[in-house]
């Protein structure tokens, strides 16, 4: 598995660096998105250092699940009612940070197919 502890994302767990947080448990964080693409714009993370979901198996069904729970928590205690979850796998899908992340975005309407 790769090590993605030194990401930036790495970084913001180890609080080395600051972030607007708006959500922490045991297993994960979730912090707004630093160059928002809509008026919420929230990053749900693992604590676990993931690279992207490629590197992920049955033993990580629990959390994969959690963070989706939590990406849906963010979402109504940021007020929405429709909103896109995306993660981003491989630089060629458009991830550039390799820690898994949950994007949740919302607050205006959203176009689809994504580009
Ligand atoms: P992705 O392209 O899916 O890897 O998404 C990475 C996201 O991380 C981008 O939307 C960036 O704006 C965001 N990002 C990068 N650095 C930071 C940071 N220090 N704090 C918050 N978000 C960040």
Same mark, same amino acid.
């Given at each position: 598995m790769v090590n993605s502890g030194d990401t930036i994302f790495g970084r913001i767990l180890r609080g080395e660096i600051p972030c607007d947080q708006v959500y922490g448990d045991d297993l994960c964080m979730a912090f707004r998105d630093?160059? !928002?693409? #809509?008026?919420v714009h929230v990053l749900v993370i693992p604590r676990? !250092?993931? #690279?992207?979901?490629?590197?992920?198996?049955?033993?990580?069904q629990l959390l994969l699940g959690h963070l989706l729970l939590v990406a849906a928590k963010v979402a109504r205690q940021e007020g929405l009612e429709s909103w896109r979850t995306v993660i981003n796998s491989g630089a060629e899908a458009?991830?550039?940070?390799?820690h898994l992340h949950v994007h949740v975005i919302g607050g205006r309407a959203l176009a689809w197919p994504p580009g």
């Open positions: 630093v160059n !928002p693409q #809509a008026p676990e !250092p993931i #690279a992207h979901l490629g590197e992920t198996g049955p033993e990580h458009g991830q550039a940070v390799f």
